[in-house]
Each structure stands twice: as structure tokens, then as C-alpha cells.
């Protein structure tokens, strides 16, 4: 099973939007509304943001959502902040196990 | 709310077993219907899923990892296990444990550190 491919990294200045793509398989993403999203700040662990493609967990800033069009999932953030800087990871279900992406770095210019 | 932390080694030897243990806390292990995971990220890289298991003991488990790898859970303590076996360098990473509801991966220990050196 090979990791979903996310972009290496991507930027945006404060107040901007940016969109992460991430990009399966029709065994991964394709097949299951269970891609989520996770944010990781250095040394720390990860966070869940989005879950089943588009909902948001207790918490979570409405800045953030999710979509999915066929094999492709993204992750918008809205109204970039300097605290958005971070690592971004897609996951998705691929049948008997979760599959991760190699993330995408984030920088808030 | 739930937390989970890991203990282990952070040293183990090549071809030796990695054993680490996952300590559940702010809830019972086996109350609800969640898996428990474990994870791991090499320094600089990206999130490998290992494996999980379900309170009633059933595993799955990363085919890539699979011939080595052993889920289990004491649900009298509130801790579930890795063991890794014949390790090699290539398995020198951080180590995460997890909370699965089974739609994604919601509780996250802070991970920790084991390097594989002799």
C-alpha cells in the first residue's frame, strides 16, 4: 500500500487562503468517506482537524474544511494565521489499515 | 477527556524486540466501540500506521509490518502493546499510541523516542 501523495509544501501570507491536495487511490480515497486530516507542530503530536472528509472536532476552528472529488482530498484554511504554520498529513482507510500521506509543510510568510 | 501515554526503552538493540506499552487514562479501555493504534514517524519524515486493536482482542495490522508485529491489551490495567521484532535501524522513529474510532484517529499520546543502536 504506498502513502497518498500530498505536495512537499505550500505557502500563504496571513489573511489568505490555501488549499493542501491529497491523492489516493481508488482503494484509499476513492473508496471510503474516511479521510482525515492532521495538524503536527514540531515536537508535538499530531491533531486531528477534519474527519470523514469534511467534519471539523469539537474545537477545531471553522477555518478549516475538507472536501473530496473522486481520489483527491483537500484541506482548505481560510484566514491564514501565523499559528497555521505546521505540518499537515491526509489519512485515509484503505480496507484493513490507514494509509498517511508524506505531508505538507505549511509556511505562513 | 482521554490521555495516553507511552513507556519503553528508548534503546534496543539490532535484531532485538521493541516492546512499549500504552497507558490509557480519563476512561476505560474497553468501554465504547474504539480501536487502539499505534503509530510511528522517523525523525524528519512522515506517519506510519503499525497496527491496532479492538478491546475484544481482534488486530490489524500493517502488511508491510505485519510478520513482526504483535498488538495486544490488558484491559485490567487500562494498557495496550507493541512488540517489534528483529529490528534493524530502520525502525529507530517515534513511536505514538492512539485512540481509533474506527472514522479517524482522535486521541494521540506525545510519543516517544526509541533508536535502535548497538
Known amino acids: 500500500q504506498s502513502a497518498l501523495t500530498q505536495p512537499a509544501s505550500v505557502s500563504g501570507s496571513p489573511g489568505q487562503s490555501i488549499t493542501i491536495s491529497c491523492t489516493g487511490t481508488?482503494?484509499?480515497?476513492?473508496?471510503?468517506?474516511?479521510v482525515s486530516w492532521y495538524q503536527q507542530h514540531p515536537g508535538k503530536a499530531p491533531k486531528l482537524m477534519i474527519y470523514e472528509g469534511s467534519k471539523r472536532p469539537s474545537g477545531v476552528s471553522n477555518r478549516f474544511s475538507g472536501s473530496k472529488s473522486g481520489n483527491t482530498a483537500s484541506l482548505t484554511i481560510s484566514g491564514l494565521q501565523a499559528e497555521d504554520e505546521a505540518d499537515y498529513y491526509c489519512c485515509s482507510y484503505a480496507g484493513i489499515l490507514w494509509v498517511f500521506g508524506g505531508g505538507t509543510k505549511l509556511t505562513v510568510l | 477527556q482521554v490521555q495516553l501515554q507511552e513507556s519503553g526503552p528508548g534503546l534496543v538493540k539490532p535484531s532485538q524486540t521493541l516492546s512499549l506499552t500504552c497507558t490509557v487514562s480519563g476512561g476505560s479501555i474497553s468501554s465504547g466501540s474504539y480501536y487502539w493504534s499505534w503509530i510511528r514517524q522517523p525523525a524528519g519524515k512522515g506517519l506510519e500506521w503499525i497496527g491496532r486493536i479492538y478491546t475484544s482482542g481482534s488486530t490489524n495490522y500493517n502488511p508491510s509490518l505485519k510478520s513482526r508485529v504483535t498488538i495486544s491489551v490488558d484491559t485490567s490495567k487500562n494498557q495496550f502493546s507493541l512488540k517489534l521484532s528483529s529490528v534493524t535501524a530502520a525502525d529507530t522513529a517515534v513511536y505514538y499510541c492512539a485512540r481509533d474510532t474506527a472514522m479517524a484517529i482522535d486521541y494521540w499520546g506525545q510519543g516517544t523516542l526509541v533508536t535502535v543502536s548497538s
Open positions: 481508488s482503494s484509499d480515497v476513492g473508496s471510503y468517506n474516511l
